[in-house]
Each structure stands twice: as structure tokens, then as C-alpha cells.
T-cell receptor, first 114, second 115 residues
Framework: AQSVTQPDIHITVSEGASLELRCNYSYGATPYLFWYVQSPGQGLQLLLK??????LVQGIKGFEAEFKRSQSSFNLRKPSVHWSDAAEYFC????????????FGGGTRVLVKP | EAQVTQNPRYLITVTGKKLTVTCSQN?????MSWYRQDPGLGLRQIYYSMNVEVTDKGDVPEGYKVSRKEKRNFPLILESPSPNQTSLYFC??????????????FGAGTRLSVL
């Protein structure tokens, strides 16, 4: 069965500093990987996705993620965070079965200090 | 505009009082799912549907029912809600073409409190 682990529950970062959110997955085949962001009181917004090809994926809002098969990881990065990046971030792995089911990690809440 | 619409957005109810959360999509998607979001657990799939009259259990189906009588609608039914069903619920839809590579569209969420 597929699973996703986000080891960091909370991360606090200063505005302008870099950010890296960790994601480890377990999946038997080639994974379909996603990062979503949820701002306070809001729904989910897709930041980026990886299906195949270049292992460094660019997303919206200046985010990027790198797929590392050998480490079963898909870490999310941003070089310089803005106060508006304060949110909860979810990594997910997708399956072709079960209606395109997404299996989510527990989430990482990012706090941005001025 | 492509949309998944959930209603209501907020709901407070009491134990045992049947309720329905509606979900509607305007993209002619075949696949629809319900997820619940709980702190530290992320989102977990409750039920999914791959087409009209085709539904199946996800990872946490206990205490929930669904139906898919029309392609656009996928209501979530709690016949006898209990406090452990207090959660944030999301409906999602996607196209079956190209499978999971398709973007899933999520509704804005329904925050349910069962007292």
C-alpha cells in the first residue's frame, strides 16, 4: 500500500530565508507525486506535480521540488519565503486505481517570522 | 469556470441527526471522491466513484454513505453522525482520461462539528 511521510509537523522560517519541506513516499511502482498548499481557512491548491522526466519540477509561487528515486523523496523548496507562504503543505502520491486516489502525508505547517 | 461546489461550508449538528453534504462539479468528470482532513493525518479518502452508479469504499468509509445518481453530483451522507466524524471534508473530481495525471479539482471544504 502506498504511504507518504512528512517528518516535520511545524517549521518556522524567517521572511526572505530559504525553505525546504521533506516528503518521503512508499509506492510499489513509478509514483505520481504532488505538493498541495492549504492557506488558513482555504481549500487545497496544487503547487506542482511530478509524473516522469526531469526530476526537478517547477511549480507556482516560486516553488520547486526534486524527485529522488533512490531516497524515495520528493522535497519541496523555495529560495526566499514571503509572509504569504505561511500555510500548511501536503505531499501526496497518486494512484491510477480507486478513482485517481491521492494518499496524503500528515502535512507540514509553515510559520513565517517577519 | 471549472468548479467543485460543496454545501454547506460549515455545519454544526448533534449526534444521531442525519445529514447530507452535497458536492457538484461542472467539468463532466467521471471520477469523484470524498476525503476527510484531520490534524496530523492529512486527507484520507472516504469513498470514491468512477462513474454514475459506480461507487466504492476508500480508506475510512465507516459511518458514511454516498450515491452517484447523476454524473455531476456526489453527495456524502451521514446517517447517524457521531463526534468522531467532526472533521473537515473535501470533495474532489477528476477526468479518467490519462488517469491520475489529470489534475484533481477540490471543493472549498465543509467543516463539520458533531456535538
Amino acid at each position: 500500500a502506498q504511504s507518504v511521510t512528512q517528518p516535520d509537523i511545524h517549521i518556522t522560517v524567517s521572511e526572505g530565508a530559504s525553505l525546504e519541506l521533506r516528503c518521503n513516499y512508499s509506492y510499489g511502482a513509478t509514483p505520481y507525486l504532488f505538493w498541495y498548499v492549504q492557506s488558513p481557512g482555504q481549500g487545497l491548491q496544487l503547487l506542482l506535480k511530478y509524473f516522469s522526466g526531469d526530476t526537478l519540477v517547477q511549480g507556482i509561487k516560486g516553488f520547486e521540488a526534486e524527485f529522488k528515486r533512490s531516497q524515495s523523496s520528493f522535497n519541496l523548496r523555495k529560495p526566499s519565503v514571503h509572509w504569504s507562504d505561511a500555510a500548511e503543505y501536503f505531499c501526496a502520491v497518486g494512484a491510477r486505481a480507486a478513482g485517481n486516489k491521492l494518499t496524503f502525508g500528515g502535512g507540514t505547517r509553515v510559520l513565517v517570522k517577519p | 469556470e471549472a468548479q467543485v461546489t460543496q454545501n454547506p461550508r460549515y455545519l454544526i449538528t448533534v449526534t444521531g441527526k442525519k445529514l447530507t453534504v452535497t458536492c457538484s462539479q461542472n467539468m463532466n468528470h467521471e471520477y469523484m471522491s470524498w476525503y476527510r482532513q484531520d490534524p496530523g493525518l492529512g486527507l484520507r479518502q472516504i469513498y470514491y466513484s468512477m462513474n454514475v452508479e459506480v461507487t466504492d469504499k476508500g480508506d475510512v468509509p465507516e459511518g458514511y454513505k454516498v450515491s452517484r445518481k447523476e454524473k455531476r453530483n456526489f453527495p456524502l451522507i451521514l446517517e447517524s453522525p457521531s463526534p468522531n466524524q467532526t472533521s473537515l471534508y473535501f470533495c474532489a473530481s477528476s477526468s479518467k482520461i490519462r488517469g491520475v495525471e489529470n489534475i484533481q479539482y477540490f471543493g472549498a471544504g465543509t467543516r463539520l462539528s458533531v456535538l
